[in-house]
C-alpha cells in the first residue's frame, strides 16, 4: 500500500543550529502534506503545510520544502531551541476527502 | 486552531470492563477522527466520523466503537477492556483537510 515515512528516527542538534527533518512519500497523487510536532505526553500540534502546487512555504522559523520529483518532503526549522525537542511527523492526503496519512516519526533532540 | 477535550487524560482499568473515552470540539467541526497510537510509533486511524450520524472505520482494526449524535460530541466505546488496549488514543476534527488533536488519553489495562 501507499506509506509516507520518515529517513532518520533521531535527530540531535545543538541549540542555535538549523534542524532538517525529511520524509519520504510513495503516492505520487498526494496533494496535501502536514507536519506536526508531537511533545512528550500531548497530542501532536499543527506546524504548518502545503499544497502539491507549491514547493516552499515558510511560517515563524519554519520552512516546508515539497520535491515531487524524488516524492520527497522536507522540514526546516531555523535556529532550534530546545522548546523544538519533540517528535514530528509528516502526513498526507490524497484527496480532500480521504483521510490522512502519517509517517513514522523523528525524535529531534536540542541540546543546549 | 480548533479547541479540542479528551477526557480522562489518563485510565488504569482491570481487563473485562467497559469504557467510553469522551472527546469534544467546540470549533463546530464536521470532520472527527480518532488514532491509536503507542509510544514513539506513527499514529493510525481507528474511526473517523464526517458528520452527525455518520461514522467509519479507519485502517487498523479495532474493537471499539464509535457514535456521533452530536456535532461536537465523538466519544469511543470499548465494550470489554483488554491489556491489549492499553495505549494512548488520539481524538482530531477538521474542517477541511488540516486535523486539530486533543492532548489524548493514556489508558493501561491490567
Known amino acids: 500500500g501507499e506509506s509516507v515515512g520518515l529517513h532518520l528516527p533521531t535527530l540531535s542538534v545543538q541549540e542555535g543550529d538549523n534542524s532538517i527533518i525529511n520524509c519520504a512519500y510513495s503516492?505520487?497523487?498526494?496533494?496535501?502534506f502536514i507536519w506536526y510536532k508531537q511533545e512528550s505526553g500531548k497530542g501532536p500540534q499543527f506546524i504548518i503545510d502545503?499544497?502539491?502546487?507549491?514547493d516552499k512555504r515558510q511560517g515563524q522559523r519554519v520552512t516546508v520544502l515539497l520535491n515531487k520529483t524524488v516524492k520527497h518532503l522536507s522540514l526546516q526549522i531555523a535556529a532550534t531551541q530546545p522548546g523544538d525537542s519533540a517528535v514530528y511527523f509528516c502526513?498526507?492526503?490524497?484527496?480532500?476527502?480521504?483521510?490522512?496519512?502519517f509517517g513514522k516519526g523523528t525524535m529531534l533532540l536540542v541540546s543546549p | 486552531e480548533a479547541d479540542i477535550y479528551q477526557t480522562p487524560r489518563y485510565l488504569v482499568i482491570g481487563t473485562g470492563k467497559k469504557i467510553t473515552l469522551e472527546c469534544s470540539q467546540t470549533?463546530?467541526?464536521?470532520?472527527m477522527y480518532w488514532y491509536q497510537q503507542d509510544p514513539g510509533m506513527e499514529l493510525h486511524l481507528i474511526h473517523y466520523?464526517?458528520?452527525?450520524?455518520?461514522?467509519e472505520k479507519g485502517d487498523l482494526s479495532s474493537e471499539s466503537t464509535v457514535s456521533r449524535i452530536r456535532t461536537e460530541h465523538f466519544p469511543l466505546t470499548l465494550e470489554s477492556a483488554r491489556p491489549s488496549h492499553t495505549s494512548q488514543y488520539l481524538c482530531?476534527?477538521?474542517?477541511?483537510?488540516?486535523?486539530?488533536f486533543g492532548p489524548g488519553t493514556r489508558l493501561l489495562v491490567l
Open positions: 482530531a476534527s477538521s474542517r477541511g483537510e488540516t486535523q486539530y
Open positions: 503516492n505520487s497523487a498526494s496533494d496535501y
Open positions: 502545503i499544497r502539491s502546487n507549491m
Open positions: 502526513a498526507e492526503n490524497i484527496s480532500p476527502g480521504s483521510t490522512l496519512t
Open positions: 470549533m463546530g467541526h464536521d470532520k
Open positions: 466520523s464526517y458528520g452527525v450520524n455518520s461514522t
